[in-house]
């Protein structure tokens, strides 16, 4: 069984409901970042007594996940389905391919791991 | 059942003796009358001198008449001179610290701090050295520089020296006044702010007391001082400043724009982004000046009298009013008040407010507020935008413009009303010349601060430069210049 990868970018406080979401399609564990970017959405202008700032980087949240490849589609449709509000700025999700996973209490390796 | 009825005229006898030498009355040397003592301590409550019911019809006092009220502080006017020292001192650590930390960006904010902290020790000990004499002394006879007689405070005593308080130890009115003498030079470090090397800083700082702020201080406020319009019949020019709005303010101010011109933009002024790293900081810091700033006001009357009243209730409107004012200039201007607007406003309240305090009504405090609130904001917002230097924290926006504007606004509003003082020597030019007076003083501020730091400037550039390298900057001034950084996580 071939593991994949998820990189899900999504808006801060979206984080909660996309938890939820994956919990509930059988996704046990995942590591979450602070990040900050930008794709097409625009940033905001702050003034600071005359100065203007044209704030570009916006605060997102990462997660990785690692799964089988046969999970991806429902984490995917689970990641969406919490994490979207129509507007823009709403994230990305890549998936990537995975060489090993290896669970290093027991040295575990491959699905096992997950 | 009294004392005299059960055993006779004896303790009488003891009581008087005892009352006698309380008064300070040695055995041989004449006696103050009842009224003389009475007269001395009533000159405690109203800041009087309280020899001067002792003095006979040609003015001179006995050989040896005294009273215990005679070269003693008194206690209510040196505990609130104790106090404003101490909130002085607040004002720069860490209320300024605090201020401008939370301006700079995060690498830069122990910068900020260390300059602070640097600052402080350096002054003190200038100031116990020289510094006090240069400024209060009167040994060189001269309306621009004391003297050296008070040099390691020699002399400087727990006793007023009556020159400067009946009221106030002297040691208290020099550790007060060394307080404004350490916030000063700290106020320059807003302009040339993330991009100034440490050593250099503190060398300027060194040089600059000498040249620019002991003469200053000494012309404005020295017994002789060549400024001093309100106690030397004979000053030159006759122009008053309560609390130091030439002194400290356009001094420092102006020297700051001089100072950030010399040394140039910040690298990547105008393109990267450089926000305050903390308004949350900036915010405390405010806080902790507009308190503090109550000592640098309401203490500059040298009393615990009227005039410090005066002076606490017109520092109180002025602020307000200016931080207020400041917000809404902001709505209409962009749409939204921010917090560095009040902020900002409340400062240049404190700051116009400064060289008027004591002279000027409630009315006079509004008005202040309003235009403190607006000329500051529009040369932070637009000045400096159409000439595109780089003051950092606005220290020119702020008290350079601040000082100018409130010593030109004290010629307009002072009224002796509020402060008798103003009758001394000042009865005739009062609400008629004394605005012409504060244009004189404004420009001598200004071509000594100028002057002063232009060369001051040029010559600590040649010797040993003013920036740090370029890396240096880069890398900020925390890590390059003190090897520490302000938050760790």
């Known amino acids: 069984m071939a593991l994949k990868k998820i990189e899900a970018i999504i808006k801060p406080f979206k984080l909660e409901e996309v938890k939820e979401a994956l919990h509930e399609a059988g996704v046990e564990g995942m590591t979450v970042t602070e990040v900050k970017g930008f794709g097409r959405q625009k940033g905001h202008t702050e003034i600071y007594r005359g100065s203007e700032y044209t704030v570009d980087f916006l605060p997102k949240v990462k997660l990785e996940i690692i799964l089988d490849s046969a999970s991806v589609e429902k984490a995917s449709a689970a990641i969406i389905k919490a994490a979207k509000t129509g507007k823009i700025g709403d994230g990305k999700i890549f998936v990537l391919p995975v060489d090993e996973a290896i669970r290093i209490r027991t040295e575990d390796k491959g699905a096992k791991a997950i | 059942m009294t004392i005299q ?18 008064a300070g009355v040695r055995a041989d040397a004449p006696a103050p009358t009842l009224e ?46 104790m106090t404003s020292a101490a909130l002085v001192l607040f004002m720069t650590l860490p209320g300024l610290a605090l201020f401008y930390g939370g301006l700079v960006r995060s690498k830069n904010v122990l910068s900020i701090l260390a300059q602070c902290l640097g600052i402080t020790g350096l002054v003190t000990i200038l100031w116990w050295a020289v510094g006090y004499s240069l400024v209060f002394g009167k040994g060189f ?44 030079p700290a106020l320059i470090i807003g302009a ?57 303010h356009m001094s420092s101010g102006w020297s700051a ?10 690298l990547g002024f105008g393109k990267e982004p450089m926000p305050p790293h903390s308004m949350v900081l900036c915010m405390v810091g405010t806080g902790m000046l507009w308190v503090g700033w109550y000592g640098f006001n309401a203490g500059s009357a040298v009393a615990a009298d009227g005039v410090a009243a005066n002076a606490f209730m017109t520092t109180t409107l002025a602020t307000g009013v200016a931080a207020f004012v400041w917000a809404v200039a902001e709505y209409f201007d962009k749409g939204k008040a921010s917090v560095l607007g009040f902020c900002s406003g409340a400062v240049a309240g404190l700051v116009v407010v400064t060289p008027a305090t004591g002279f000027i009504d409630a009315s006079g405090s509004i008005i202040i507020g309003v235009a403190a609130g607006l000329v500051p904001w529009f040369f932070c917002t637009r000045v400096k935008r159409w000439f595109g230097y780089d003051d950092a924290l606005d ?16 010629g307009v509003l002072a009224t002796a009303d509020v402060n008798a003082n103003l009758n001394l020597n000042l009865k005739e030019i009062v609400g008629k010349t004394l605005v ?21 400037a040029f010559v600590i550039k040649s010797l040993m430069g003013l920036r740090p390298a370029t890396e240096s900057e880069r890398e900020g001034l925390d890590v390059s210049d003190h090897e520490e950084k302000g938050y760790i996580y």
Request: charged share 10%.
């Open chain 2, 395 to 410: 220290t020119f926006g702020v008290h350079a413009v601040g000082g100018t504007l409130g010593a030109f606004l004290t």
């Open chain 2, 36 to 81: 003389q003592r009475v007269a001395g301590l009533e000159a405690y409550l109203g800041n009087g001198d309280p020899s001067a019911p002792l003095k006979d019809e040609k003015g001179n006092i006995p050989e040896g008449l005294t009273t215990a009220s005679v070269g003693v502080a008194g206690p209510g006017h040196n505990a609130w001179l």
């Open chain 2, 257 to 266: 724009l001089i100072l950030c011109m010399i040394l140039g933009k910040r």
């Open chain 2, 436 to 456: 012409a007076e504060q244009c004189k003083a404004i420009a001598l501020t200004l071509v000594l601060s100028i002057v002063g730091t232009t060369v001051i």
């Open chain 2, 192 to 248: 040339i702010a993330e991009r100034i090397k440490f050593s250099a800083l503190l060398l300027f700082v060194g040089a600059w007391m000498f040249i620019v702020y002991f003469p200053l201080a000494h012309m404005v406020w020295g017994v002789n001082g060549l400024m001093n319009g309100v106690w030397n019949a004979g000053a030159a020019i006759k122009a008053v400043d309560f609390a130091g709005g030439t002194v400290v």
């Open chain 2, 141 to 184: 006879n001269s309306p621009i520089l004391g003297g050296l007689e008070f040099s390691f405070l020699k002399g400087v005593t727990s006793a007023p020296n009556t020159d400067y308080a009946y009221w106030v130890s002297q040691n208290v009115f020099s550790m007060y006044q060394m307080m404004f003498a350490i916030i000063t």
């Open chain 2, 5 to 22: 009825n059960v055993l006779g005229w004896r303790p009488l006898v003891v009581l008087s003796v005892f009352w006698m030498s309380l």
